[in-house]
């Protein structure tokens, strides 16, 4: 099975600080991405990774920054906390075959709240 | 105009019954087509995929995909309370690894 772990499931942050979240998978894909969820709105893409060190913007990179320097590992950057980014932040990853779409597995996600 | 389009209900149904949850896209593109399941405060969960026009049947799912009309849907057959969640109907389209989500169909099953 595919295991894809998020490094905590609740999160609390002060506005103005720099908050790292940290995602790691254990099935060695090559693609990976960062959402966030909130009511209404589902799930919206902020960056995803296709290799190591290569990134892409997602549909709401504002605010915030991603590394990805070793394969299993991405992580999203909150450079300065603001309160409208208090959410559910989910990472998945998938693999890249030549055949066929892959589907994308799922972390247990983060609750961050921006106090 | 959304890209992936779901009724955000709730869909009430009775054990038992079959649930019925529907799916419309925008993109003539899209080639591959998800169904996740999200329960309250939980990350979503493959279920079932489905590349090609028809039905595709796993144990008590079935999706069907109509890619003239631009439509997937997924079947719940015997529907139990511990069905009742948040549907999210996903879509990839050609060449790329990007997946468009829809919002969600909330189900709730009675007993």
């Known amino acids: 099975d595919v295991k894809v772990t998020q490094s905590s499931r609740y999160l609390v942050k002060r506005t103005g600080e720099k908050v790292f979240l940290e995602c790691v998978q254990d099935m060695d894909h090559e693609n990976m991405f960062w959402y966030r969820q909130d009511p209404g709105l589902g799930l919206r893409l902020i960056y995803f990774s296709y290799d190591v060190k290569m990134k892409e913007k997602g549909d709401i990179p504002e605010g915030y920054s991603v590394s990805r320097e070793k394969k299993e590992r991405f992580s999203l950057i909150l450079e300065s906390a603001s309160t409208n980014q208090t959410s559910m932040y989910l990472c998945?990853?998938?693999?890249?075959?030549?055949?066929?779409?892959?589907?994308?597995?799922f972390g247990d996600g983060t609750r961050l709240s921006i106090l | 105009q959304k890209e992936v389009e779901q009724n955000s209900g709730p869909l009430s149904v009775p054990e038992g019954a079959i649930a019925s949850l529907n799916c419309t896209y925008s993109?003539?593109?899209?080639?591959?087509f998800f169904w996740y399941r999200q329960y309250s405060g939980k990350s979503p969960e493959l279920i079932m995929f489905i590349y090609s026009n028809g039905d595709k049947e796993d144990g008590r799912f079935t999706a069907q995909l109509n890619k003239a009309s631009q439509y997937v849907s997924l079947l719940i057959r015997d529907s139990q309370p511990s069905d009742s969640a948040t549907y999210l109907c996903a879509v990839q389209s050609y060449n790329t690894d990007k997946l468009i989500f829809g919002t969600g169909t909330r189900l709730q099953v009675f007993p």
């Open positions: 998945a990853s998938s693999s890249t075959l030549l055949s066929s779409n892959q589907p994308q597995h």
């Open positions: 993109d003539r593109g899209s080639q591959s």
